[in-house]
């Protein structure tokens, strides 16, 4: 959005992770190659912004498992705007050939149940359109937070999203109309807000942890943009509850889990499933966790990761409908010394961590938390966690 406004202003609070740095490495000094590595929303934004960069020739590639993880949807709808790109290996994968140059637009329609990666994408670009943007998302729409957060950064941008269709001008639940007329974005300074998703860790962590203990968090709103606050009510049935502060939140384990089950759609907050399950498991708390269709494609399938490292831990998790996950209090003998691998993915190594509360483990190339909270390691050391490497 700052790129887009062409905005000399700061952005405040900006994270450090690898996604952060590869974006502003992408736009402050692109070239004719960019790896964005292993960073999916860093491929999905900067794909639709260099298609409509006018004089940009671009490639933009990433790691292995980005070059598996699906982009011709949203490909496919850039082209039918005008944009001017090409596979470079695999249809519908990339790497992506880019010839930057002002859309069209016009009309396009989505499954509403595609990543929000794409619609977001999509959306920020549409005020720079010629025509601007009619989407039409049809059938159930997932993640909404996550368009809503669009939505409202748009507008504090200076730009109007107006929306039409179930919900009428909030995104609804079946069938939305997304109005974006081409229009000036405006340059403004903005801060960010500490990330949610990295909070629940945090939270996780409390969960585990004896009756009475307090983590503070800075940089988190009551009023959130982050779908992931949510975090705030999922908890609380864990005995973990909230205190707003005036620098952020106060955690603090209340009580015991009042809960001995729980069934949630996570569809709008899927970074959160991981944790859930894994503390969900280790409190004895039978669950049935639905929405988690975008979890195969992940930065890997979290799914089947999930149940291989908890199998290790002694807990046997089914799945189906390859979106449903459900553990019905079934063990297995768990590995003495349980080795947790990461598979290239952050959030399993944060998921996993907090299990050393309960007892001792051991996690497999730790360094991928670099992703999106790079000093996670450093955090938990100062609140008390004994951590060593080999």
């Keep these: 959005l700052r790129a887009l406004s062409q905005s000399l202003f700061p952005i405040e609070n900006l994270s450090d992770c690898d996604d952060t740095e590869v974006i502003l490495s992408a736009l402050h000094t692109p070239g004719q190659l960019i790896d964005i590595k292993a960073a999916g929303t860093a491929m999905r934004f900067l794909t639709a912004y260099f298609s409509q960069l006018e004089g940009a ?4 590639t990433g790691t292995e498992r980005m070059k598996n993880r699906p982009i011709g949807i949203l490909v496919d709808a850039l082209r039918s705007l005008g944009a001017e790109i090409e596979y470079v290996e695999k249809k519908a ?3 992506l050939r880019i010839k930057g140059k002002k859309l069209k637009g016009g009309k396009i329609s989505l499954d509403g149940g595609v990543s929000s990666q794409y619609i977001s994408a999509l959306m920020m670009i549409a005020a720079n359109m010629q025509d601007g943007l009619r989407l039409e998302l049809k059938g159930t729409v997932v993640s909404r937070p996550y368009l809503h957060m669009t939505d409202r950064m748009m507008k504090e941008f200076g730009i109007l999203v107006e929306w039409s269709g179930s919900g009428d001008s909030e995104p609804g639940t079946e069938g939305v109309l997304i ?3 081409c229009q000036p974005y405006l340059p403004v300074s903005y801060i960010v807000e500490s990330d949610w998703s990295a909070a629940s860790y945090w939270y996780e962590i409390a969960a585990l942890s004896p009756v009475g203990t307090t983590i503070g968090l800075s940089g988190l709103y009551c ?4 779908g992931d606050s949510n975090i705030i009510v999922l908890f609380e049935s864990l005995g973990v509850v909230t205190e707003y502060t005036s620098s952020g939140v106060v955690v603090r384990k209340k009580s015991l889990p009042v809960v001995d089950s729980i069934e949630y759609d996570f569809v709008n907050e899927p970074d959160c499933a991981q944790t859930l399950v894994v503390v969900c498991a280790l409190l004895d708390i039978r669950f049935k966790f639905s929405g988690l269709q975008s979890l195969r494609i992940k930065e890997t399938d979290r799914i089947g990761a999930l149940q291989k490292e908890l199998k290790k831990l002694g807990y046997l998790v089914s799945d189906f409908e390859h979106s ?6 079934i063990r297995c003998e768990p590995d003495l010394f349980p080795v947790i691998d990461t598979y ?5 190594a944060m998921a996993f961590a907090p299990v050393s509360v309960l007892r001792e483990i051991t996690i497999n190339h730790p360094g ?4 999106s909270y790079p000093h996670f390691w450093d955090d938990l050391r100062k609140v008390g966690f004994k951590i060593t490497e080999s």
């Design 368 to 371: 991928v938390v670099s992703k």
């Design 179 to 181: 109005r974006i007329a």
């Design 223 to 226: 009023d959130s943009l982050q």
């Design 93 to 95: 994968y990339p790497p």
């Design 344 to 348: 290239e993915d952050h959030r399993m």
């Design 57 to 60: 020739n671009i490639v933009i």
């Design 324 to 329: 449903v996950m459900v553990w019905e209090g």
